[in-house]
């Protein structure tokens, strides 16, 4: 029987963003707010979104750099303060499949830990707002933040109450199909997430079944948001690239097979419902996981 993800979900409070800033059209355009970190102690949320911009434009990626700009210029409201480095720059942003890719200077490089954390997700509470974004992707001159999250970010993950929380580590087994496609091997993995939602660690469940190891095959590289992936009702519903897809109709079913398993220990899910884009036999299938698989690694 595998183990369970344990159940810090219960014991951590990651708010919905429900009720906080939103957009108003205006005759200039659109007014957004900005989010900052709250200069008042005792307000409950760490951030406020007291400022607005007038976005001008229907260019989502020119809107986004607009955005970035106003945050990096901080706040004019006393209520306000600012999570960003002095100096830092925005040196390009590129929209693509829903995400926002943001390339930083080398000054938000000397942020870490819950001060990171809080710069983060300054930038993607504000992005957010934009319709074509889902999430936001962090670059530092080009390669991954050397003291973050390499993945994509988005608000649902977001901590809005207390003190920022540093990143949240759990162990979990990742089950990947043997070298002779004969059964499953786990693998046990520490994965670390900024969030404590169901639907974050499966995401980090996910792409992390696209490293792997050399002993074990796995999944072609893959990105997933929040728009790919839900948890409803013990379901974890998840919108299969179409790589994936084609992976698991050529190799069978133990392919399939990893997938649930290694969701199916995050608490609260009990189940894998595949979506394509295609009309597929896994496309809208709720797949459970088996009792009898074995633990390795």
């Given at each position: 029987m595998k183990k369970r993800i344990c159940g810090l979900l219960s014991l951590l409070l990651a708010l919905s963003l429900c009720g906080c800033g939103g957009s108003a059209q205006t005759e200039s355009g659109t007014a957004l707010a900005l989010y900052f970190l709250s200069a008042e102690a005792g307000t409950g949320s760490i951030y406020n979104s007291d400022s607005t911009l007038t976005v001008d434009t229907d260019d989502c990626e020119e809107a986004a750099r607009q955005l970035?700009?106003?945050l990096l210029d901080g706040p004019e409201l006393?209520?306000?303060?600012s999570p960003f480095p002095t100096s830092v720059r925005l040196l390009n942003c590129e929209l693509s499949g829903g995400v926002l890719t943001l390339n930083f200077s080398e000054?938000?490089?000397t942020l870490s830990g819950s001060a990171l954390t809080a710069a983060n997700y300054s930038l993607v509470l504000t992005l957010c707002q934009l319709d074509e974004?889902?999430?936001?992707?962090?670059?530092l001159e080009g390669s991954a933040l050397p003291n973050g999250p390499s993945g994509v970010l988005t608000p649902d993950q977001a901590t809005l109450r207390g003190p920022v929380s540093d990143p949240v580590t759990f162990a979990v087994q990742l089950y990947f199909p043997n070298a002779d496609s004969t059964g499953l091997e786990a693998d046990y993995r520490e994965l670390t997430v900024f969030g404590t939602a169901s639907r974050t660690w499966c995401?980090?469940?996910?792409?992390?079944?696209?490293?792997?190891?050399s002993d074990y095959s796995v999944f072609p590289e893959a990105s997933f948001t929040s728009a790919d992936v839900s948890v409803s009702q013990g379901v974890c519903e998840v919108q299969l690239p179409d790589s994936w897809t084609e992976c698991i109709l050529q190799n069978g079913d133990l392919w399939r097979e990893s997938i649930v398993e290694?969701?199916?220990?995050?608490?609260?899910?009990n189940a894998v419902r595949f979506h394509t884009s295609d009309a597929t036999t896994l496309d809208g299938q709720i797949f459970y996981p088996q009792e009898n698989t074995e633990e390795t690694g």
């Open positions: 970035v700009n106003a006393p209520t306000q303060t000054e938000y490089g974004v889902d999430g936001v992707l962090l670059l995401i980090a469940i996910l792409e992390a079944l696209c490293v792997g190891s290694s969701l199916c220990q995050v608490d609260g899910v």
